[in-house]
């Protein structure tokens, strides 16, 4: 899988976006961006993931680069609740054989 | 009700001792997974489960065993705890699917201290 890199820390007002960068530079055509989210121990929860294409949800937008050697995942609202630590993993999609790789992340904290 | 439950909670045991940590899934999904998470760190993937067949080594497997009884419980196991394994434990879920969506659904963690 290919290696991300992720500032360890951001802050964010609330109620203005954020903006969460993650490297990739090694990432192979099949493989995926996916984003996690974990809140103060909780177990890591889906956000969005991506091939090539930006991708939007209900939580939050993916806009990969054409080059797909990095990405950034964007809030575009946060708030209070959306302070935690965010993971960017780079993995093969569909039946692979490897579970996700979490690497540190980042702390993301949103200010009242 | 929870989709994935993991027991006991929070458990504080002494160095040799041997315990099981246990995790059930109510989501039909056939692939499990075992993390452990040391404070400030991410998570580090300790044993997974494809299906009722099948195990395989995480990252960091060694002192570490685990059982998966039927589809919907995989067990883990310190056979001789030590307090380097105080740490929070994550069980996950996901579906094996055929399209590239990949999501892990993760239950609520045990804390584990070993003194």
């Known amino acids: 899988d290919a290696k991300t890199t992720q500032p360890p820390s951001m802050d964010c007002a609330e109620g203005r976006a954020a903006n969460l960068p993650c490297n990739h530079s090694?990432?192979?055509?099949?493989?995926?961006v996916y984003w996690y989210r974990q809140i103060h121990s909780q177990g890591p929860q889906y956000i969005i993931h991506g091939l090539k294409n930006n991708e939007t949800n209900e939580m939050a937008s993916l806009i990969i680069t054409e080059d797909r050697k990095s990405s950034t995942l964007i809030l575009p609202h946060a708030t209070l609740r959306d302070t935690a630590v965010y993971y960017c993993?780079?993995?093969?999609?569909?039946?692979?054989?490897?579970?996700?790789?979490f690497g540190s992340g980042t702390r993301l904290q949103v200010q009242p | 009700d929870a989709d994935v439950t993991q027991t006991p909670r929070n458990r504080i045991t002494k160095t040799g001792k041997r315990i099981m940590l246990e995790c059930s899934q109510t989501?039909?999904?056939?692939?499990m997974y075992w993390y452990r998470q040391d404070p400030g760190l991410g998570l580090q993937l300790i044993y997974y489960s494809f299906d009722v067949k099948d195990i395989n080594k995480g990252e960091i497997s060694d002192g570490y065993s685990v059982s998966r009884q039927a589809q919907a419980k995989f067990s883990l196991s310190l056979e001789s705890a030590i307090p380097n394994q105080t740490a929070l434990y994550f069980c996950?879920?996901?579906?094996?699917?055929?399209?590239?969506?990949?999501?892990?659904?993760f239950g609520p963690g045990t804390r584990l201290t070993v003194l």
């Open positions: 996950a879920t996901s579906d094996a699917g055929t399209g590239p969506y990949n999501e892990q659904f």
């Open positions: 090694t990432i192979s055509g099949n493989e995926y």
């Open positions: 989501k039909g999904h056939d692939r």
């Open positions: 993993i780079v993995r093969v999609g569909g039946t692979g054989r490897r579970a996700l790789t």
